[in-house]
């Protein structure tokens, strides 16, 4: 991982020279948030501010896209495709638990047909993260094994230091982004600065919850009749605003909507497993009828399920989803009660 | 390729099989399509009305067939209504083939029975015919079918083409209660009829399809035949958005419906957390 | 508060319930706590925190809580108006439920910095409130706090609203929009909102696009703000819900504010007491229904 340094002109010029730069900015309706915005300049955005209320997914998997688009004509239905390569466009200081869950869904993305609507994207975007500072008792990131400095999904990492950033390249793709840039290499007084700014982000986090043990995903699996699920869910609401801000949740709808009687679009929509009608058959028949079996999947899918088909958790542990929560549903605290029954090595027969 | 993108097929025969269960034919308007589409019994597609969504079927025909697929549905929702108000010529759009498939091959050089109730003729009957059309390569071959009442059969003109056959033993049965004055059959629900009809589980595959409750009380009777858990085959459903494992909706556990099934066998069922 | 906690147990002991729908300290401050031993009822508490209306969790359609038997349910005199609804739209019966009436002396807006109550502190959905001395319940605690500090900052937004010219308006209304996701938290959130199946969610017919543009936002909120009509408690838990910090709670106050004027009805604590839009008499003043 090569180090080099960039000032904060070095910076604002990469901005510049940029048409599409997405960073977190001070939202209009609560100075005290942000969202990912675009930016025309680098001080348009918002530093050392929250976490931004939305994550990065929907520069990917917009909350609602068209599919295709049709036509009733004398003939029969004419398609009309919709395009599959993307805007090129930098997302700058985005938060590392944003920048990992785009390599976590990567894979359900990608297995066996690849969602060119995603992939398109994906590829049109460079990364930059930055070193995380918003961290409140909300984040769980190392527990999930990730940290305020993790590189994952990252092309660029940059941490602040004195005059400006170290920034780490991670891939080819920042290679690319920052050879038409002044960055210089990093002196080792920065390399130091950055190191310690990283330790002290660690420590920030690394407390507020329990490690995912090896095994968990196994032990969710084994019990999945345990009579902990009846009673763990009582708070929620089944609104599914979780799904919407998590940036790991992926799930989606397909709807055909008419713009006149000839004319219409397949959309996709996100759609979240915590809904009633998730499940819902024509018959009427719903296989999770009740929010315990509801939270439940949610839980399964994240932690065991996704575990074990793709080999990723299904969460970086970024706490929006306890922040939004108006049931006070806490995932680190719903987490840490299950890694300690799975410990205790309670099955079925367990309290 | 947008993933999502559904082919063209043309209707180019509809079949009423009951007063609520319909079945079309059709043709992919791209010739390349018609020519080269294969598939296996057993897959299912994800069939559009443009303007009202997209409705999950198994492809009812058999893949010995070239040349055209058909699915047969209920009319229960707005999509599977909205296909119904489709007419011979009209526009249907179609996804697939997506999932696995009944173990045609494995099969070969054994025998089969057939268990099917209501509308669940469709996934086993593409399974049917395609060991019909290779009929030396199997041994007995017994199809066990019923309904609620007659008018509930479906498929009848092949009903009526299989109890002529002398290559297979046919057993149809309605309830109690579903028979007309005329009926021929079985009056009794299926796991009587197979009870009756099938003797032996000896060197034999059991497909089996139809309403839960047919199922549940199938298998006992499977079981004391002594047919293993890993030679009875099923499908199941569950409520199906993209068909292809990205929308998070039809998994029962860690297994997809549309990736790992929709056919799996009753031994895998058992290992499935019961959320179905 | 100990009145409670011990009111709570000896309920619980008793079997007269078997759940208490109360407040508790979570990880991130205070949340809706499900009481069912009598042991556990030193977990209720009850300061400016408790903004939640629990009322939401008697929805008859949730089935995990209805499994868990007669509840018994703390509420403030504002939230006492949602059980009132529910009964008087029959959606429980009021002897299902043992209403704790607790007197408030107002919640804080955002009860996670627990600061002391201030006109900036204090909720929005505490200015006017005439539920101070609880009406509704079976067993009412505490002593009657001072009035809570004004915010008045939802009035003052609902008259700058009302200056705007319809187009200035809109701006405002499509820029707030623009962060739906149509996740209905709103909906889930709001205890007047019980449908088994929402309109919004029927297929056949579709009334509304499903898919989070601006114009399904819209025609989402418009829908639902008036269904709330005459029912609506004001208790701004729609708001408190949203996760794109869209401010819901305009339209509650607007509507409720707007049946006042033109019903002289405002949501109260009296199950007895015919809404507006419920009831029908040959006496109604309107002029269309002649």
Redesign the interface.
Known sequence: MTQRFLSHADLAALVAAHRRVIAPVR????AR?TDYLPIRALADAALGAALP??SLKEFFLP??EVLLSYRQTKEGVEIKEVPTQAQPQVILFASPCDAAALEVVDKVMDWEYRDELWFGRREATTIVGLLCSSMD??CFCSAIGLGPDSPRGSDVLLTPVEGGYLAQVITPKGEALLAHCAAREASAAAVAQAETARQQARKKVENNAPAIPDGFAAWLEENFDHPVW??M???C?????????CPTCHCF?I?D?HDSSDEGVR?R??D?CQ?A?FTLQASGHNPR????ERFRQRIQHKFSIYPKRFGEILCTGCGRC???C???M?L??ILGGLIALAKKGQGESGQ | MNIYQPHLMRIVEITDETVDTRTLKLEFKAPAMAREFQFCAGQFGEYSAFGEGESTFCIASSPTRQGYIECSFKST??VT?ALRRLGVGDTVGFRGPYGNHFPIEEMKGHSVVFIAGGIGLAPVRCAIWNVLDLRDQYKDVTIVYGARTVGDLVYKRELEEWSRRADLRLCLAVDPGGETPDWKGEVARIPTAVEKAVTTAEDTYAVICGPPIMIKFTLPVLAKLGFAAERIYTTLENRMKCGLGKCGRCNIGATYVCKDGPVFTAAEMGRMPQEF | MKELQELAAKLLADGAVQVVLGYEE???????A?ITDPAQAGRLVFDARCV?NLA??LNPR????VQ?GKPAVVVKGCDARAIAGLVRERQIARESVVVIAVRCGGVLQRPEENAALSSETTAVRCAGCDAREPRLYDYILGELPPDPPVNASRAEQIAMLEKMTPAQRKGFWD??LSRC?????C???CPMCFCVQCTA?R??P?WI?????LHASRAWQMMRVLHQAGRCVDCL?CE??????I?LGLFARYISGAVEKRFGYKACDDPAAPAPLGVFSTEDGEEFIR
């Open positions: 939202a209009k309706d609560d948030q209320r939305r909350p609602t008792s909300s009846r009673t869910a009582l708070r609401h089944g609104c599914g605003a979780c799904a919407g801000v709808d709807v909507e959309r929509n996100w979240s809904t009608k009828q009740g929010q315990s306890c922040r939004v108006a049931g006070g806490d680190p605290e | 929702g707005k209504q | 979570g990880p991130r401050g205070v949340r809706p499900f939640q939401t969790y949730r089935q995990h809580i868990l820029e707030e996701i149509l996740c209905h938290a909906r889930e959130a969610e297929a056949l579709q696009d499903p898919s989070p543009t838990e408190r819900a949203c996760p794109e910090d401010p």
